[in-house]
């Protein structure tokens, strides 16, 4: 069984148009996670949910919304999507607060 | 400053060989450490954690850390090419932060 799993894999999209991304983890895990990751492979984390709630929101554009139907799903949407929002992005999910974090295989988002 | 600087190689050895992966902080608060390792186009992957200064060893993998030094490595021996990967750094207490990982090549 896949532990984190994403969907989907693959979303290429022109300017201006509004996607989601689903995340699903079976895990158990109290926290879930959003990271971006540029073509330079840097990893930055977005936003965690624990419990429903939100407790980190990094400068992030509010073009981007992360909503929690319940602890086993983070969903990321994007309004208004731009070209510099190109990138890959991963959730993960953890037990405890930051710690141990098991991360999705990735959706790579292409905006043209 | 950025809170972790790694190199980010690329770094290639010949198999066999034993890699050194480093990563240094600035933040003196920072209390959990861990290795990510990261295959082409795959998600990353827990390789090994720790909470204090020391070394830590899990197989032919080697975590250390030096808190005095704001400093932490990933050694690898005897490396195989199945090792080849980008290999992340993340570090923090509340938060984490990422390197920008390393990535690795191992030839036959």
């Known amino acids: 069984d896949t532990a984190v799993s994403q969907t989907p894999k693959y979303l290429v999209t022109q300017m201006g148009n509004d996607k989601s991304i689903k995340c699903e983890q079976n895990?158990?895990?109290?926290?879930m996670y959003w990271y971006k990751q540029d073509s330079k492979k840097f990893l930055k984390i977005m936003f965690s949910?624990?419990?429903?709630?939100?407790?980190i929101n990094e400068t992030v554009p509010n073009r981007f919304s992360p909503k929690s139907p319940d602890k086993a799903h983070l969903n990321l949407h994007i309004n208004s999507l731009e070209l510099g929002d190109s990138a890959v992005y991963f959730c993960?999910?953890?037990?405890?607060?930051?710690?141990?974090?098991?991360f999705g295989p990735g959706t790579r988002l292409t905006v043209t | 400053q950025k809170e972790v600087e790694q190199d980010p190689g690329p770094l290639s050895v010949p198999e066999g060989a034993i890699v050194s992966l480093n990563c240094t902080y600035s933040?003196?608060?920072?209390?959990?450490f861990m290795w990510y390792r990261q295959y082409s186009r795959k998600g990353p992957e827990l390789l090994m954690y720790?909470?204090?200064?020391g070394n830590k060893e899990d197989g032919r993998f080697t975590a250390q850390v030096d808190k005095s030094s704001k400093y932490i490595s990933l050694f690898i021996r005897d490396s195989q090419p199945s090792d080849s990967a980008t290999y992340l750094c993340?570090?923090?207490?509340?938060?984490?932060?990422f390197g920008t990982g390393t990535s690795l090549t191992v030839i036959p």
């Open positions: 895990l158990g895990h109290d926290t």
């Open positions: 993340a570090l923090g207490r509340n938060q984490f932060y």
């Open positions: 933040n003196s608060a920072f209390q959990y």
């Open positions: 949910y624990n419990n429903k709630e939100l407790i």
């Open positions: 720790t909470y204090s200064s």
């Open positions: 993960a999910s953890s037990q405890v607060r930051d710690y141990e974090q098991y």
